[in-house]
Nanobody, 124 residues
Framework: QVQLAESGGGSVQTGGSLRLSCVVS????????LGWFRQAPGKKREGVAT???????KYAGSVKGRFTISRDIAMNTIYLQMNNVKPEDGAMYYC??????????????????YGKGTLVTISS
């Protein structure tokens, strides 16, 4: 069983930065696929970024070049650095995990385990 606990959400102005954190328990970070997903009110869940056990990353086109996913294996924590945020980035952000490897399209199919989420609000 994998457990995930997100933190770091809050209100940020358009163009600003925010860093989300997620503590992962129950699985070493280099033995799992990990990622960030988001869901805005009235919209479907959207894959934001994933990091596979070998450290390779994937990003949604809407965040590529602005967001960075990273991991600290010793701290069992993954991060999402959000830069130059836009109003459409406002959503509940969820940390997610899958045992061993990422599926062929994790941003589309999602992962097996999710945290409770942390809310990101963008102000103008």
């Amino acid at each position: 069983q994998v457990q995930l606990a997100e933190s770091g959400g809050g209100s940020v102005q358009t163009g600003g930065s925010l860093r989300l954190s997620c503590v992962v328990s129950g699985r070493p970070l280099d033995d799992a696929c990990l990622g960030w997903f988001r869901q805005a009110p009235g919209k479907k869940r959207e894959g934001v970024a994933t990091i596979d056990r070998d450290g390779s990353t994937k990003y949604a086109g809407s965040v590529k070049g602005r967001f960075t996913i990273s991991r600290d294996i010793a701290m069992n924590t993954i991060y999402l650095q959000m830069n130059n945020v836009k109003p459409e980035d406002g959503a509940m952000y969820y940390c997610a995990a899958e045992i061993l490897y990422c599926n062929p399209d994790p941003l589309y199919y999602g992962l097996d385990y999710y945290g409770k989420g942390t809310l990101v609000t963008i102000s103008s």
